[in-house]
């Protein structure tokens, strides 16, 4: 089935630096969604695009619907501890067809 | 609201055995999904379901079977567990584009 490309697939940074990762797609998205799954949990909700070229932020988290409707890109400034966890992107093409996922960014933070 | 909530947290089989996750949401969404996720595949639809009584496949969905009698429940089925279905499974729903996950389900074939 068809996948978004997430990259980089892990990251390993310091406490308090910027962190960004983007999804790319060859086919167009009416919507993109951004999940954070911390460990033993479900992915929960973090920031939904709806337009081409919105940007919406969510307190430290920004996230873009690029304006060719086939990538998005999430930015989280100033990490912390509790930002560790597996960072996914979705797109979604329209009505009820099911929502297609990236494989993930596995984000590591060291105080 | 509880949200999406799934039983068991976790469980063992044995191969060739069956068992059913249950899924159940209070929100009233019409639209519910089953995906497993295993270590750097990400999350890999299994079924969907679009409203009660419409069910359809995903991208993996062998070895599993779905109903949606009601909108509030959404089980999935092993019929004949294989080691292969080792996984975590994840069940989810939503009224418009934006899905929200339940705990999981850790499922152990050995």
């Known amino acids: 089935g068809q996948q978004l490309n997430q990259s980089p697939q892990s990251m390993f940074i310091q406490e308090g630096e910027d962190v960004s990762m983007n999804c790319t797609s060859s086919s167009i998205f009416n919507t993109w969604l951004w999940y954070k799954q911390d460990p033993g949990e479900g992915p929960v909700l973090l920031i939904a695009?709806?337009?081409?070229?919105e940007l919406t932020s969510n307190g430290r988290l920004t996230a873009q619907f690029g304006i060719t409707r086939k990538d998005s890109f999430l930015n989280i400034s100033a990490s912390i501890p509790s930002d560790v966890g597996i960072y996914f992107c979705a797109g979604h093409h329209s009505g009820n067809t099911p929502l297609v996922f990236g494989k993930g960014t596995r984000l590591s933070v060291i105080a | 609201n509880a949200g999406v909530t799934q039983t068991p947290k976790f469980q063992v089989l044995k191969t060739g055995q069956s068992m059913t996750l249950q899924c159940a949401q209070d929100m009233n969404h019409e639209y519910m999904s089953w995906y497993r996720q295993d270590p750097g595949m990400g999350l890999r639809l299994i079924h969907y379901?679009?409203?009660?009584?419409?069910?359809d496949q995903g991208e993996v969905p062998n070895g599993y079977n779905v109903s949606r009698s009601t909108t509030e429940d959404f089980p999935l089925r092993l019929l004949s567990a294989a080691p292969s279905q080792t996984s975590v499974y994840f069940c989810a729903s939503s009224a418009g584009q934006e899905q929200f996950f339940g705990p999981g389900t850790r499922l152990t074939v050995l």
């Open positions: 379901s679009v409203g009660a009584g419409i069910t």
């Open positions: 695009l709806y337009k081409a070229g």
